[in-house]
């Protein structure tokens, strides 16, 4: 149950992010449950040409993807009880409200501030646990994150780079006893991550194809699970 300071808080994140953003509201159904998300309304308005020359960066993070509508549903299958779970990419926060809604103790990471400030905030709003945030970039992988018994990530191979990256970040920070879960929408720089997890040291235990109904027609999601 929140209290009203806790309310008054959640008020003010929201009038802060609304004076930076054009903010649309959804809902997204998982598992039964109906999550409401708020996001800026189009991602293209949030493009810095200063930011893609200096890192070819793009808010990709200002969206739902089917992705991690795909990974979603999939922790609704796991108990936290407690457990601690990192996201990679945490983008709106998703993926982390449902986390915290199954009782896992969440570490949300992302490459952008903003995505960060909609993960603490869509969380909160769907009545859960704040997670704790970490602004994280993979070709700087902190160090200092811990271990976790799960570590997920969605939709996080659009550039070639990546595949090892993720597959690094997974094993720097995944219990030797944990499991991790990717999911990512058949995009030609995932056929190369089950390679990065050899390199690793990770074994891919599991892999199917979901198909996610979200927006106009439906889409196949390849879903990892690996292990050391």
């Known amino acids: 149950m929140t209290s009203a300071q806790d309310n008054e808080r959640a008020d003010s994140a929201l009038a802060n992010l609304q004076a930076q953003f054009d903010i649309v509201r959804s809902e997204v159904e998982i598992a039964g449950r109906t999550l409401t998300i708020d996001r800026p309304r189009s991602a293209d308005d949030l493009i810095s040409d200063e930011d893609f020359d200096r890192d070819e960066r793009l808010p990709y993070w200002a969206d739902v ?57 869509n969380t909160f709003r769907n009545g859960e646990r704040l997670p704790v945030t970490r602004l994280v970039d993979w070709r700087d992988f902190p160090h200092d994150l811990g271990r976790f018994d799960i570590v997920v990530a969605s939709d996080v191979l659009y550039e070639r780079p990546y595949a090892d990256l993720v597959g690094a970040a997974f094993a720097a920070t995944l219990e030797h006893d944990g499991f991790g879960i990717l999911t990512d929408p058949q995009r030609q720089n995932g056929a190369l991550f089950p390679e990065a997890c050899q390199r690793h040291r990770l074994t891919i235990t599991h892999k199917t194809g979901i198909s996610v109904n979200h927006g106009a027609t439906a889409q196949t999601i390849d879903l ?3 292990r050391f």
């Open 224 to 226: 990892y699970e690996l």
């Open 65 to 121: 993807w089917p992705s991690s509508i795909a990974l979603a549903e999939r922790l609704v299958g796991e108990a936290g009880a407690g457990r601690r779970l990192l996201e990679l990419g945490a983008g709106i926060g998703l993926v982390s409200a449902i986390a915290a809604w199954r009782g896992f103790e969440v570490t949300a990471t992302d490459y952008y501030a903003e995505a960060l400030e909609f993960t603490r905030h």
